[in-house]
Structures are given as C-alpha cells and as structure tokens.
C-alpha cells in the first residue's frame, strides 16, 4: 500500500495488508453506484443526450433519479457480490434480480464458455494500459521535478499520489473503448432481458462490435460511461487512502489501550 511506513505507524504487514483489503471492499460498497450507471451508459445504443427522446439515460444525475424511482435503492448495488470478486460476469447481473439468477440463466442459455464472453477486449487491453500507466506516471514524474523547485519537494508522497491518479485517468481513458466493447460482448444473448433498457444489438465478435458501434453511435460511443468511471476513479482513490489511514489508526489505538491495560 503506498504510504505504509511501518516505522510510522504501530501495525505490523499483515495488519497493513488487511485494513488496505477492507479499505478496498469498504471504497468498493460506496463507489458500485458510479458503475451501475457506468454500465448503464456503456449499454445504451441511444446517444447519451437529453435531446434524444428515446434515450432511457442520458446524464449521471438523471440516471440516478430514473433508477431510483424504477428500480429503488437496492439498484445502485446491482452486481455488486461479483464485482467484489472481479467477476467477468458484472455487466450481465445488472439484467438479472440477483448473482443466483444471473448464473443459471446464463449457464442455461450458452453454458460454461458465456462466462468468458467479453475476455477478449480484456486481455488486449491489459497490456497497453499497464504499459501506458507505468509510462504516463514517468513522464509526470519527470515533469514535476522540472516544474516544482527543490526547496518545495518535501510532499513527495502526495506529488507520487497525484501524478499517477493522472497517469491513471490518462491510460484509463486511452483503453476505455476496450471496456464499453467487454461489455457489449457479456450481455450478448440476453437480448429480452436487455429490452427494457432501450435498443438491443447482437455482435458476433469483437471487431463486429467496434464496426456496429462506428457505424451506428459514432466515435463517441467508444467512450460511453467514461464520465462516471473517470469520477469513481477520482473518489475510489481518495476513499482508499481514507480508510486504510483510519483502519491503521483504529488498529494502533486498539494495541495503545491493550498495552495500557496491561
């Protein structure tokens, strides 16, 4: 976890280790409405605009009023369960009442390999995001050694913080396509289910998606969500640092009043 510095602090690896894991689960409960409607978006075929009358969304405050008063409160966890386990299956659940029913549907309708519909658009856009990131964050990096003077480079932990949250959202955003092609490709076969939300598209592969979407969205519905998944990038970020900080410091006062009872 950056920023652990066990001289700093009173709790050992393995404590630092789990309050990073319950800060990541604890973020990952406040942020699931960000990708609700991330996933929303990335679903629509109707352009993203209020001056489009047959588009069920078109802007984070109206989608959450919209899925509110549809669906409730319990929609914004949508997904949620899988998504704590990275499942490849998330987008799906979001047209299913829960996890249960969303696997049987699935494993009925197409079987084992539905699961891993969606890992193609995946495994191609690991590389050229880590690679991107790592890069980006190197160029920031020298980028702020050259614009902030010596004497002001004390903040170093936080300089390392803000730049590669930069780099992040920079090789976030350049890969972003791949995400909203992941997801197009998951709920394929479910096209009833899918009715509801607006227009329903088949795609018979990858590259089938990326023409369809050029064709009939244009260049921006490559880049469907990305508002809402830039923000939950910026607050998950923040959120991360606040809890780890306020796990570690509950776990050092739990071992001060431990000691003292001694």
Known sequence: ??????EAKCVSTVEAAAAGSASGLVTRVLVSPLDVIKIRFQLQIEQLSSRNPAAKYHGILQAVQRIFQEEGLVAF?????PAQFLSVGYGAVQIYRNLRHAVVTMY?????RTFYRGLTPTIVAIFPYAGLQ???Y????QFS?????AEGKKGGNVKNLVCGSCAGIISKTLTYPFDVFKKRLQVGGFEHARAAFGQVRIYRGLLD???QIMREEGPGGFFKGLSPSLLKAAVSTGLVFFWYELFCSLLCALK????KDR
Request: hydrophobic share 40%.
């Open 77 to 81: 966890w949508k997904g949620h369960v």
């Open 138 to 141: 190197n160029i920031l990096q």
């Open 256 to 259: 001060r009043t431990a000691y």
């Open 145 to 149: 050694e050259w614009v902030i003077p």
């Open 209 to 211: 998606c990326i023409r």
């Open 108 to 112: 009925q309708a197409e079987g084992p």
């Open 134 to 136: 790592f890069s980006f």
């Open 1 to 6: 976890m950056v920023g652990y510095d066990p």
